[in-house]
């Protein structure tokens, strides 16, 4: 085998056949220019392991203008501005854009001290107002309707002298939309860079003093045990009780479906109406979970598809006549998070590093409830919602004609959708049919098929000159971006897949590549669940299955602390192991490691 | 004045040696050796006294210059064959039979001379020559040694050693006087390990006090020790248990202790040398690729290796053997030795971090400096 450099550089990646026209479904400002082939491009196959489709690519676009604002604006870090990225074939590359100036970094540090300083000495109450200002957001996205644009306007629109018409809003509250999913990331990064800074500084120093422990031992130290995470899967066990003590535990079988049995639950008098009240309200928000991490349209919540909870609640349901379900052992948990944390402390040969030690965890541990729970008012319950608004939107353009179908909608830009939405308002103003159907349809139909297409390419895991030194701590963490990763990149072992070790153990057994939540009954007892993210939506999974392997995900991801707490291996954010591995295949997972070999 | 005491009793390098003494602490400390004793640097005065009354020979030998090679060497090779050659003084020969009957072992007791236990007869030396023997006591190990006239004619071999030309070079060079030069003995149960080697409590690749770092190969550890082999190497955590390297080697050869009718010879190895009593097979072919231990043994020498590790309050260097059986992999861990660490001991690497008046501090320093890949 002919060892391989370097990665190829921007300019020489060639379009893809049949797919030459990706260029039309992305911003002109994601595109790469001559001068970036200079620089190192990775591939963010974390958060976008797919190709992009043009409404999904706000997911890039907004979190990236926040995550920027937030470190080089807002609190002024000394040393980076923003994450610049580009889109090529679909995927999406990013590099981070440092400030190497001695001097510039110096007079950016002057502001970051007190300003940073303030969020980490008022972390609680901030984190509190937090809360509050997120579900605000949540409320008002949740508020935002689709105008119906009715033949006249109502009568107090004129009598109550409001003056505005109905086509007026269908922009402004399109814009709305938009304009929230922007302040919801503004918000998502406003305590979480600073956040993981103090996970950095701890996964820093456990490096420095024990040169060999892994990132997930440095996990279970900072991991919280409460956290929302486990509440939908907490609630989807409450319901099995319920529904056994309820007298109603018959009608969850083994493939029962969800309208058919909540339309015999309301025929079932009393026990059924509690049972109903109770899923209701367990409903919103502890389904608002996506079954994904909120990066494209097509993760969809519980609420969304109830196919998940209920082919969960059938075992759950059994687990409870066999006897009841065992809760979570938190204060095991607990006790083994001190165990650990004592035990490396006690390792430390001197009082200063053990002061030093005990300071930084203590920041991790004031942070973590932010950084775990903040996945779930913002990837999960905000987005969730963000995209069943522009869904409705997309039913609004299918029902006057523009798209063929709601789905379509996620095939325009948002600057398209609201080009179209135009249209309609002129339309509906003038009286005549909205004209996008001619100009619109074509264009989704090319996109849906080039995005077929794209789905085949391999893009390469990096672009452009490769630096001399990969020592950016948050690159490491965030990215799982290491020195060694690049190796691997650039000679990898064609058997093998690598990722973060995320939960220790080797296993070997038979793999299930499962692409989506809903395939959920296809899992059989034991075997080695291969998927491109997990999140809590995906819980109740665990229970059956004996490794995980994510494409997506770091060592505090959901596939990460699920698997730890279950005692089975997992490997992480391997970027393509749904690719790679194929259903049936024997595979070898090493949680130690971070590797997963394809056996035969 | 005793000549001979357990090894559970044995105490004190300038009583018993240097690997008498550790072997005594690892026993009291509650972890598991080869059962044995040691004859004590009285019992080799009491030889040397009957051999060379006044200490007269050895004065000779403490006049010579380091530079008289020959001169060395004749003396040597005089006090060799007479140490050697005359066995111990009565009274000591007693004390050694007795203690090497207790071990028991052997055809049943019929009494004839070569009945009794199979053991190793090692030497044993004293502080004060232990830097040289730390070379030279590589040569004076004996292993499947039976029968009570062929253990203390290899006590007394042992005792010869101490006047091998290397040794009497290397005290003759630091001008130490023979007078209050002393060898002990140990006399241990033999063991056929069904696998041994090496672990040492912190790793030896990036001083890591957290993990402990195990090589070790099938049968004798010698395979791994004289390079014959590749072992298997694990890194498991003291912490959590977690097992977080694992490389499993081919490990063509083996080297087994075959009892029966290999004692007797004289050996020039250590137990961790190939010597009489030593065969080198070639692995059989299901066991070459396979790892020498379970993860449960894995696990049960850690918690063994920490026990001794906290014992002597440092990292410590350990040989260790896993015997055949069934009973619980601790029940089955024996350690042959353990010395400090010395390699990272020596290095002097600074704090990970100090405390700052601020936790937060820590952070706004880490993105205060440039770190970022350009």
Known sequence: ?600 | MSFVVTLAAARGAGTVGGKAASLGELTRAGVAVPPGFAVTVDGFTAAMDALDPGGALRAEVSRLDAADLAGIAAAGARLRALVGGAGPPAEVAAAVIAAYAALGGGSGGSGGSADGADVAVRSSATVEDSAGASFAGLQDTYLGIRGAPAVLEHVARCWASLFNDESLTYRRRLGMDEAGVAMAVVVQTMVAPRAAGVLFTRSPVTGDRSVVAIEGTWGLGSALVSGDVTPDSWVISKITGEITTRRVSPKIKTHRYVPNGFGFSPSHAAVSLPGDGVVIAETPAELRDAPCLTDDEIRALAATARRVEAHYGRPQDIEWAVLDGESAPDGRIVLLQSRPETVWAARETGPAGAPRARAADHVLALFGKQTRWT
């Open chain 1, 1 to 600: 085998m002919t060892e391989q450099t370097g990665f190829p550089l921007p300019s020489q990646i060639a379009d893809v056949p049949g797919a030459e026209n990706w260029r039309s479904m992305y911003q002109y400002f994601t595109r790469f220019q001559p001068d970036d082939d200079k620089r190192f491009w990775f591939y963010n196959s974390m958060h976008f392991p797919e190709p992009m489709p043009a409404f999904d690519t706000v997911t890039a676009e907004v979190p990236y203008q926040a995550i920027g604002a937030n470190t080089a604006r807002l609190f002024v870090f000394p040393t980076t501005l923003g994450i610049e990225h580009r889109i090529v074939n679909g995927r999406v590359y990013i590099t981070a854009n440092p400030v190497l100036d001695p001097a510039e970094i110096e007079r950016r540090g002057a502001e970051f001290g007190p300003r940073a300083g303030y969020y980490f000495e008022n972390w609680d109450a901030l984190y509190e107002g937090w809360k509050d200002r997120l579900r605000a957001l949540i409320t008002e996205i949740e508020s935002i309707t689709v105008p119906e644009l009715p033949e006249w306007e109502a009568a107090d629109v004129v009598f109550g002298a409001v003056g505005v018409a109905q086509n007026h809003y269908l922009q402004e509250n399109f814009h709305r939309v938009i304009a929230l999913y922007s302040k919801m990331w503004h918000h998502h990064t406003e305590m979480l860079m600073l956040g993981y800074g103090a996970y950095v500084v701890f996964f820093q120093f456990c490096q420095q003093a024990f040169p060999e422990i892994s990132d997930q031992t440095v996990g279970r130290m900072v991991a919280g045990i409460d956290v929302i995470m486990y509440r939908p899967d907490d609630e989807l066990k409450s319901l099995a009780n319920l529904a056994v003590e309820l007298g109603v535990d018959d009608l969850f079988t083994q493939g029962c479906v969800a309208a058919e049995v909540l339309s015999a639950l309301e025929g079932r008098g009393e026990a059924g109406a509690r049972w109903l009240d109770a899923f209701g309200a367990a409903r919103d928000p502890w389904f608002h979970v996506s079954s994904g991490d909120g990066f494209y349209h097509h993760h969809l919540s519980w609420n969304d598809d109830l196919t998940v909870p209920f082919a969960a609640l059938p075992g759950y349901v059994a687990a409870v006549r066999a006897g009841g379900i065992t809760p979570r052992p938190t204060q095991q948990l607990i006790a083994d998070r001190e165990r650990i944390a004592n035990g490396y402390r006690d390792l430390l040969p001197s009082d200063d590093e053990k002061a030093a030690f005990d300071q930084m965890l203590g920041l991790c541990r004031l942070v973590f409830p932010f950084v775990e729970d903040h996945k779930f008012y913002c990837e999960h319950w905000f987005t969730t919602r963000f995209f069943q608004k522009v869904k409705a939107f997309g039913a609004l353009l299918a029902a006057q004609g523009v798209i063929a179908e709601t789905g379509d909608v996620f095939h325009l830009h948002h600057t398209e959708i609201d080009q179209a939405l135009a249209d309609v308002s002129l339309a509906w103003a003038a009286g005549t049919p909205p004209l996008g159907a001619g100009h619109f349809q074509p264009i989704i139909a090319e996109r849906k098929a080039m995005i077929e297409v794209l789905k085949d390419w391999s893009p390469p895991p990096a672009l452009g000159p490769v630096p001399e030194a990969l020592n950016d701590p948050a690159v490491r963490m965030l990215w799982g971006i290491t020195q060694e990763r690049v190796a691997s990149w650039l000679n990898p072992d064609p058997d093998e897949v690598v990722g973060v070790a995320a939960s220790s153990g080797v296993v070997e057994g038979i793999a299930r590549v499962l692409h989506d939540v809903s395939e959920m009954s296809e899992l059989r007892e034991g075997e080695i669940l291969v998927v491109p993210v997990t999140a809590p939506s995906w819980a109740p999974v665990f229970a059956k299955i004996k490794a995980a392997v994510s494409d997506i995900g770091g060592s505090m991801s959901h596939a990460a602390i699920v698997a730890r707490e279950y005692g089975m291996p997992a490997v992480v954010g391997t970027g393509d192991a749904t690719k790679r591995i194929r259903t049936g295949d024997k595979i070898r997972v090493d949680g130690d490691r971070g590797r997963v070999r394809v056996l035969s």
